[in-house]
């Protein structure tokens, strides 16, 4: 069953700009199959696949006119991408701040603060529809 969980058009902004930034890491794949690590492969099938279908929801130009996106991945799936995107979001503030004296544009901590924050909002969301589901089947 999908989610019916809506975010705003600035979280959807933030959100695609990372996954913009981790989706350029594709050719992972085919490095990984010419050292024939299948494993690692495998792993990163997963994950980049999870993030395509996710960028679906999210629309693949950078430019979105929606006021708010729904997105439409299984509850479960969602919560492993939105739980991926918050760590990436909380390493890449915390990286920023290891480095004060060479900060990044305040729009990269900004864009990471929302990503964090949209992620656990996801999170909450994706929990309630889980629980209610159950309350309804019970």
């Given at each position: 069953?999908?989610?019916?969980?809506?975010?705003?058009?600035?979280?959807?902004?933030?959100?695609?700009?990372?996954?913009?930034?981790?989706?350029?890491?594709?050719?992972?794949?085919?490095?990984?199959?010419?050292?024939?690590?299948?494993?690692?492969?495998?792993?990163?099938?997963?994950?980049?696949?999870?993030?395509?279908?996710?960028?679906?929801?999210?629309?693949?130009?950078?430019?979105?006119?929606?006021?708010?996106?729904?997105?439409t991945m299984a509850p479960l799936d969602?919560?492993?991408?939105?739980?991926?995107?918050?760590?990436?979001?909380?390493?890449?503030?915390?990286?920023?701040e290891e480095e004060r004296d060479s900060?990044?544009?305040?729009?990269?901590?900004?864009?990471?603060?929302i990503v964090r924050e949209t992620c656990?909002?996801?999170?909450?969301?994706?929990?309630?529809?889980?629980?209610?589901?159950?309350?309804?089947?019970?």
């Open positions: 069953m999908p989610s019916s969980i809506k975010i705003a058009a600035h979280q959807r902004d933030a959100l695609y700009e990372l996954l913009r930034d981790r989706l350029s890491g594709v050719s992972d794949i085919c490095m990984a199959l010419e050292s024939e690590d299948y494993a690692t492969v495998e792993r990163l099938a997963t994950r980049f696949g999870e993030d395509f279908r996710l960028m679906r929801d999210l629309g693949w130009s950078p430019e979105d006119d929606r006021e708010t996106v729904e997105l969602l919560m492993r991408i939105a739980k991926r995107l918050r760590d990436d979001a909380r390493g890449g503030i915390a990286g920023l900060v990044g544009p305040p729009e990269f901590i900004e864009g990471f603060r656990e909002d996801i999170l909450m969301a994706v929990l309630a529809e889980l629980e209610s589901g159950e309350d309804e089947s019970a």
